[in-house]
């Protein structure tokens, strides 16, 4: 399994009302080098930018992120090559018209010949039950035939990690089944944020991010059960608002 | 958020004689009937020139309801375009000028109709090979018209997401709640766009 070093990695962006940069992340240290990583934590409490960190979109502001020990800024391209990342909205992410050209986009660096191409992306397709929905404008499928495509057109290059930001959150009860059988079928290390806690305890570790911050790193069931009662603290009636 | 098939039709698979025609006649007849559009005088031949046009996007097999899918966005201006001519030089210029505009939607549209986007795009890439001695990237090109093609509809589709929003709150009549939300959402989507792009590795200059 590919190992994701964090070295005393902290991110912070300049803030328009404060001369106080805003802290993302805080000197995060991580080795991941488990099949099936977790990360949950409140909305805005840092998950995403830990795991853009993993493929480059983010940069750190200090410290190092590497993926088998090639650093994720120096060395990007290459990283990219073998990370794979999944965004929450698929259509965010397909930038062709239909899924097949968006296969076949995703293999252009790497199969130059068309028909070669062609072949590659058909079975990238047949692999997850897609080829029937191959020419189909990406407009005309459901939100998660969609985010199946877009798991293809990463897969499709066959990257050693994958990364998912909240695959699961646009998606219904059927579909979110669906794509928890998809995942648990990869070879991937895969390295998933998510609010599905159901999800979350199918990993082997979970993280817990809180205010920048991993506030606990363990096992699946004890992830869940330290983060859900700091998460809902607070909801007491008598601590809500009055008019 | 909905997608609009706007303008250009998506493609098409089939096997008639236009789908299996080398893509540089078919770009030809798109450049032939732009340039059709200045030369041409006479609204009837402009007329019998989108006639062959349409009756080669439906012996292609693309279909009557795709044509019309292709055109209708644009009918609200076209009218204004004819009508304003029409007025003001005459109805044949008016008619000739609403009839060439169409020529050239139809034949962009027979083109993506019959052409499937990797094809298309292979064909940029040979088209801009010659730039690359100037350091451009002809996957780049190519990268360009793929996401300008799919950018078009996602935009097309926002703002009737805008304008369902603004007549819900009772502001469709105002200029401000339907043009402002569509530009934020297409400059955020631009950069989700870039971002997505990113993550693939794709848009870098070749190794």
């Known amino acids: ?243 | 958020m909905r997608g609009h098939g706007f303008l250009l039709a998506n493609y098409v698979p089939g096997t008639s004689f236009l789908h299996r025609a080398p893509l540089a006649v078919k770009f030809l007849l798109v450049v032939a009937s732009g340039l059709a559009s200045f030369v041409i005088v006479d609204w009837r031949l402009s007329a019998a020139v989108l006639a062959a046009l349409c009756g080669l996007f439906l012996a292609a097999g693309a279909g009557a309801k795709r044509l019309w899918g292709a055109v209708r966005p644009l009918v609200p201006v076209l009218l204004v375009v004819g009508i304003f001519q029409g007025w003001q030089l005459g109805a044949p210029t008016g008619a000739r000028i609403v009839l060439n505009i169409l020529v050239c939607i139809v034949a962009a549209s027979l083109l993506t109709a019959t052409t499937p986007v990797q094809q298309l795009l292979d064909g940029v890439v040979r088209l801009a090979r010659p730039f690359e001695r100037f350091g451009a990237d002809p996957e780049r090109f190519a990268l360009t018209i793929g996401i300008m093609l799919r950018s078009i509809p996602y935009i097309a589709g926002t703002f009737a997401d805008v304008r369902d929003s603004a007549r819900a709150r009772g502001l469709e009549r105002n200029p401000r709640a339907l043009v402002l939300p569509v530009f934020i959402t297409s400059v955020a989507y631009a950069r989700q766009t870039g971002e997505a792009l990113a993550a693939r590795g794709l848009g870098d200059a070749e190794d």
């Open chain 1, 1 to 243: 399994m590919p190992a994701v070093t964090f070295d005393q990695v902290t991110v912070a962006v300049e803030q328009d009302d404060s001369p106080h940069p805003k802290v993302l992340l805080d000197a995060v240290t991580l080795r991941l080098d488990q099949s099936r990583v977790g990360v949950i934590g409140a909305n805005g409490s840092g998950k995403s930018t830990l795991l853009r960190l993993v493929n480059g979109l983010v940069q750190p502001t200090s410290g190092t992120v590497a993926v088998d020990g090639d650093d994720t800024v120096r060395a990007v391209r290459h990283v990219r090559r073998n990370v794979g990342f999944v965004f929450t909205d698929p259509l965010s992410q397909l930038v062709m018209p239909t899924g097949r050209e968006d296969v076949e986009l995703s293999l252009r660096r790497s199969v130059k010949d068309a028909a070669g191409r062609r072949s590659q992306a058909e079975a990238a397709l047949a692999r997850f039950g897609l080829l029937k929905l191959a020419d189909q404008s990406i407009y005309e499928l459901s939100g998660g035939e969609r985010q199946l495509m877009a798991l293809a057109a990463v897969l499709a290059v066959d990257p050693k990690v994958l990364v998912l930001d909240e695959p699961s959150t646009l998606l219904d009860l059927r579909n979110r089944e669906l794509l928890r059988r998809t995942l648990a079928g990869l070879d991937q290390q895969i390295i998933m944020s998510t609010h599905d806690l159901d999800l979350a305890l199918e990993m082997d570790r979970v993280l817990v991010i809180e205010q920048g911050r991993v506030s606990f790193d363990g096992a699946p069931a004890e992830a869940v059960a330290a983060y859900r009662p700091w998460c809902l603290n607070g909801l007491d009636p008598a601590a809500t608002d009055t008019p």
